[in-house]
């Protein structure tokens, strides 16, 4: 009886054994070193992007003509740096390296600053010193005109600049803003004879001047067809030249007489003398023998 009792409460506590708290907490520890271990040995999961900015890096960064300066960024590129360091680009600006470029402690930024402009410049235009023939003038005499005025060109340049340095620059386009305005000398002119009137313009470029020793001559003077020898009819406004010193056909002025063309030649002008024609004798012989200035014109456009 005692021994059955004995085997009994034996088996009981052994029963008891079985179920424990470490018995019945063993396969949850298991699992749970397990888990542990499988944590351990498993691949770390990647750093996010803002986990790799976190740590700052000292880059060196020029600035266009600025000077280096060492700056520290926490972003992962060249964009992100310059972004983090309130640089603005402009269209034309490059940077070195590529804004795609990773940043290291040996990232250096260059940026090359490029802009365009333009440029205007004002240049004079000379003015002409002309020689007019004026209906209000007397015959032979001259007195100024208008002053003088020199003209304005505008031109307009494109301009380069790089790290702020003119690089380059070239014309775009070009106007005249005002126009120059003639200084004139006017010389009159007897307007009733219709050969001694000047071309359309009555406007002439004064070429060169002589000191000439003037004399008068009629139309039948020497000849009896009153014609020259360019074939032009002798009379006021036609004067006689050596063809060596004032070519035939020129425009002239001559001081006390007018407007004139070269027209004729004669035995005795030679050199600077001047055979001024006249419609009568009485008008020729009054010329007697004098020096007067002679200007050769050419045509003014």
């Known amino acids: 009886m005692l021994k059955t009792e004995t085997a009994r409460v034996a088996g009981v506590v052994s029963a008891a054994a079985l179920f424990s708290t470490a018995a019945l907490s063993f396969p949850f520890v298991a699992h749970a070193q397990s888990a542990a ?9 990647p750093a ?24 520290n960024v926490h972003a992962a590129t060249v964009a992100g740096a310059l972004k983090e360091a309130g640089i603005t680009l402009g269209n034309d600006d490059r940077v070195a390296p ?30 002409r010193t002309v020689f007019k023939m004026s209906k ?51 010389g ?7 050969r001694a009137l000047p071309s359309r313009s009555g406007t002439y470029n004064r070429l060169r001047g002589y000191t000439m020793t003037a004399t008068g001559y009629s139309p039948y003077e020497g000849s009896s067809t009153g014609r020259c020898a360019t074939g032009m009819r002798a009379g006021y406004g036609v004067v006689a030249v050596d063809p060596r010193v004032i070519r035939l056909g020129s425009r002239l002025y001559v001081e006390g007489y007018g ?28 010329v007697g023998r004098r020096r007067v200035k002679v200007w050769v014109l050419a045509p003014s456009r």
Request: hydrophobic share 30%; proline share 8%.
């Open 37 to 45: 271990q499988g944590m351990g040995t498993a691949s770390p999961t």
């Open 48 to 71: 996010s992007d803002s986990q790799l900015q976190h740590a700052a890096t000292s880059i060196t960064l020029t600035d266009g003509p600025q000077p280096p300066r060492k700056i």
């Open 98 to 127: 590529s804004l795609t470029t990773t940043v290291t402690a040996a990232t250096a930024i260059s940026i090359t600053r490029v802009r365009f402009g333009t440029e205007t410049e004002t240049t004079p235009i000379p003015f």
């Open 136 to 186: 209000d003038v007397p015959p032979g005499h001259i007195k100024p005109g208008h002053q003088g005025v020199p003209g304005i060109l505008t031109k307009t340049f494109r301009v380069g600049y790089v790290n702020e340095k003119r690089t380059e620059r070239w014309l775009v386009s070009q106007k005249v803003t005002r126009p120059p305005v003639d200084q004139e000398t006017l």
């Open 188 to 194: 009159g002119i007897r307007t009733r004879m219709a």
């Open 259 to 286: 407007y004139a063309v070269a027209g004729d030649t004669g035995g005795a002008i030679k050199g600077r003398r001047i055979d001024l024609g006249h419609t009568t004798y009485h008008e020729a012989s009054a």
